[in-house]
C-alpha cells in the first residue's frame, strides 16, 4: 500500500507528462510516463493529490492519467481525484477512509473494502458539507 499526500498536476497537452509534485519533481519528476513502466503486484494506492484522474478532454474514454498509471503498474485498488481538491477536504476524508478501512482500527487494512471505505468517507462528507460538492466529490476509486 502507498499514500501520496502531495501536489499532483494534469498535463493536459501531453498526459504522459502528468505528475505527482514530489520534492525532486525539477530533477526527476514522477510522471504518468515512469509510473506506468513499473511492473508491481500491490494492493493500494490513494492519490491525495490534486487532478490525479485528469486528462485531456479529447482522452476522457482513455485511462491516460496518473490513476490510470498506478492501476497498470498493478495496484490493484487507486483512489484518485477528478479535480483540485482543498487541503482540508483530503485532510477529513483520509482519516475517515483508513478507519474504515481498518475497521476503526481494529483489523488490518483490507484493500478489498478500499470502494466501499471510499464511499463511507464520501458520505460522511457530503453530510458534514452538503452544499459544497467539489469538497466531497472529487474523490473516486477504481479497480475491482
Not at 490534486?50 to 492501476?71: V, Y
Not at 487494512?109 to 458539507?129: I, K, N, V, W
Request: hydrophobic content about 40%.
Amino acid at each position: 500500500m502507498v499514500h501520496f499526500a502531495c501536489h499532483g498536476r494534469a498535463d493536459r497537452l501531453d498526459p504522459a507528462c502528468s505528475q505527482l509534485i514530489l520534492a525532486d519533481h525539477a530533477v526527476s519528476p514522477l510522471t504518468v510516463a515512469k509510473i506506468r513502466a513499473l511492473e508491481l503486484s500491490a494492493s493500494l494506492s490513494f492519490l491525495s493529490a490534486c487532478e490525479t484522474a485528469t486528462t485531456n478532454p479529447r482522452m476522457a474514454d482513455e485511462s491516460l492519467h496518473i490513476t490510470g498509471a498506478f492501476q497498470i503498474a498493478g495496484y490493484r485498488h487507486v483512489i484518485g481525484t477528478l479535480w483540485s481538491v482543498e487541503d482540508r477536504a483530503a485532510a477529513e476524508i483520509a482519516p475517515d477512509f483508513y478507519r474504515h478501512l481498518t475497521s476503526d482500527g481494529s483489523a488490518q487494512p483490507g484493500p478489498d473494502r478500499s470502494a466501499f471505505a471510499l464511499h463511507h468517507a464520501t458520505r460522511q462528507m457530503r453530510e458534514r458539507y452538503a452544499n459544497a460538492p467539489v469538497l466531497w466529490a472529487a474523490h473516486i476509486h477504481t479497480g475491482p
